[in-house]
Nanobody, 122 residues
Framework: QVQLAESGGGLVQAGGSLRLSCAASGRTFSTYNMGWFRQAPGKEREFVAAISWSGARTIYSDSVKGRFTISRDNTKNTVYLQMNSLKPEETAVYYC???????????????WGQGTQVTVSS
C-alpha cells in the first residue's frame, strides 16, 4: 500500500510555470507506475501524464505534450510534474496516483492523493 500527498499548487498567471510534487510513503514506491490527473469544476477527472516505475517510459495527454514534464526520484519517493506555459483552462485540482501498470485510464490507478489546487489567471 502507498499513501500519496501532493504539493506545489497555487496561483500563477497565464504563460507561467509551476512544479507539482507528490510524496509517497511506503517502501514499495519504486514498484509503482505513477500518474497525474486533473479535475476542473463541473468536469470529469482527466489524464495528464504518467511515468513507469523506472522512469524509462512516459506518456502525456495531447493537450499538455511539449509543455508538461513528468519525472520521478525513487530515492526520494517523489514524482514531479513540471508545468510550463500554463493556460487559464488548466485551472483544476491536480491529483497524483499509483498503478500497477502505466496507463491513461483512471480505473487502472489504485491509490490517490488528496489533490492540490492549481489556478491559472488570465
Amino acid at each position: 500500500q502507498v499513501q500519496l500527498a501532493e504539493s506545489g499548487g497555487g496561483l500563477v498567471q497565464a504563460g507561467g510555470s509551476l512544479r507539482l510534487s507528490c510524496a509517497a510513503s511506503g517502501r514499495t514506491f519504486s514498484t509503482y507506475n505513477m500518474g497525474w490527473f486533473r479535475q476542473a469544476p463541473g468536469k470529469e477527472r482527466e489524464f495528464v501524464a504518467a511515468i513507469s516505475w523506472s522512469g524509462a517510459r512516459t506518456i502525456y495527454s495531447d493537450s499538455v505534450k511539449g509543455r508538461f514534464t513528468i519525472s520521478r526520484d525513487n530515492t526520494k519517493n517523489t514524482v514531479y510534474l513540471q508545468m510550463n506555459s500554463l493556460k487559464p483552462e488548466e485551472t483544476a485540482v491536480y491529483y497524483c496516483a499509483a498503478a500497477a501498470s502505466i496507463s491513461r485510464e483512471l480505473r487502472s490507478y489504485s491509490y490517490w492523493g488528496q489533490g492540490t489546487q492549481v489556478t491559472v489567471s488570465s
